[in-house]
Nanobody, 123 residues
């Protein structure tokens, strides 16, 4: 079983940047795809971005494409989400997740979840 711990959330103004981190432990990090999801109040959890087990393949929701970048560092078992040009509609709790396979983008394909980190974008 993997443990995932997110960090890096906070309160920022529109147009600012944040970098979220997700530290993994307890399961072979490099064998599975990793993803970021988010959940705003009163809304369902939605897909944000994913990165393949080996790292070269990435995928983004249309709402964040061109603004967010996902990456992973196998040296310290960490996945990152660089978020630029943040908008108020990006406000949500952001969750890191590990999939059951080497590539995944659907919520149901992710087996392990972190506790989430709050991102608030407001002027």
């Amino acid at each position: 079983q993997v443990q995932l711990v997110e960090s890096g959330g906070g309160l920022v103004q529109p147009g600012d940047s944040l970098r979220l981190s997700c530290a993994a432990s307890g399961r072979t990090f490099g064998s599975y795809a990793m993803g970021w999801f988010r959940q705003a109040p009163g809304k369902e959890r939605e897909f944000v971005s994913a990165i393949s087990a080996s790292g070269p393949s990435t995928y983004y929701a249309d709402s964040v494409k061109g603004r967010f970048t996902i990456s992973r560092d196998s040296a310290d078992d960490t996945v990152y989400l660089q978020m630029n040009s943040l908008k108020p509609e990006d406000t949500a709790v952001y969750y890191c997740a590990q999939s059951k396979t080497t590539w995944a983008t659907r919520l149901v394909d992710f087996a392990s979840w972190g506790q989430g980190t709050q991102v608030t974008v407001s002027s």
